[in-house]
């Protein structure tokens, strides 16, 4: 199957964006921040959709709503009390003007469809270099702040106390979590976003004892999660996203067994 070129272009897109998802996914949960992630997608939901209306690539539009959302209103919902609330009514917001974009757009449904559940089979070089070099990114600017992020991360009680530079700590994170969440969504799509980014994470953390176990087994999960649903929707016709879900639904399940 990897004599076509549309699943080597999947193949190298979904790993890197597997990988990706794997090493943000554990601060995102140990932050608890998992639902302003979810949060991010539908956000970017509305930027993809505005960018067909545009007649852009949606993944400028997903970027550009997500990283500014998450400049402006992840602030907020961190920090307030109803922090909840406030971030479901973003997200109402959100998914209205995705619809009203999408209404007004001259795309078929396909296009809206692709941006809902992920159109991986249909990306091609040039999206596989925009995915790589954002990918790469990412990766990079973790690693090279792997250790105030894990701070912030995993004990933000005491780096609120410890971290001089704790305010722009968090914003990069945040620009983080929203390139990875506009990245991702070309996998799973905007409605699915939260599969590769926390059903691993989650699952790691059932059986990592370190940080960097706990980041490695997310990877692993989120990896074999995208190369298996390959696999198996070349061959069974059914979509990417779906068997990705099951699958990494499928680990979590079993690692919530096992006792820590």
């Excluded at 609120?160 to 969504?185: D, P, R, Y």
């Excluded at 905007?190 to 980041?215: C, D, E, K, N």
């Amino acid at each position: 199957m990897f004599n076509f070129p549309f699943m080597q272009h999947a193949l190298i897109a979904g790993t890197l964006i597997a990988i990706m998802s794997g090493l943000i996914g554990p601060f995102i949960v140990a932050r608890r921040m998992s639902f302003l992630a979810h949060t991010l997608s539908e956000i970017g939901f509305a930027g993809a959709s505005f960018a067909l209306f545009m007649s852009w690539s949606p993944l400028v539009g997903m970027l550009l709503f997500s990283v500014v959302a998450s400049m402006s209103v992840g602030g907020l919902g961190i920090k307030e009390q109803r922090s909840e609330s406030l971030i479901s009514a973003v997200s109402a917001v959100a998914i209205g003007l995705g619809i009203a974009f999408l209404s007004l757009s001259d795309k078929n449904a396909t296009a809206a469809t692709g941006i809902l559940f992920g159109s991986i089979f249909s990306i091609n070089k040039g999206d596989v270099l925009e995915v790589a070099i954002l990918a790469i990114l990412v990766i990079l600017v973790t690693l090279l702040m792997f250790r105030p992020l894990r701070h912030f991360a995993f004990d933000y009680t005491t780096a609120s106390f410890s971290l001089k530079n704790l305010q722009l700590i968090e914003v990069l994170f945040l620009g983080l979590m929203a390139v990875t969440v506009a990245v991702s969504a070309q996998v799973v799509g905007s409605l699915l976003i939260f599969i590769l980014m926390i059903l691993p994470a989650s699952s790691a953390m059932r059986w990592g004892r370190t940080v960097w176990q706990i980041i490695g087994l997310s990877i692993l999960f989120a990896v074999v999660g995208v190369w298996l649903a390959l696999g198996l929707s070349f061959w069974l016709d059914l979509p990417v996203s779906f068997f990705i879900a099951l699958i990494e639904a499928i680990i979590y399940f079993v690692s919530l067994s096992r006792k820590k």
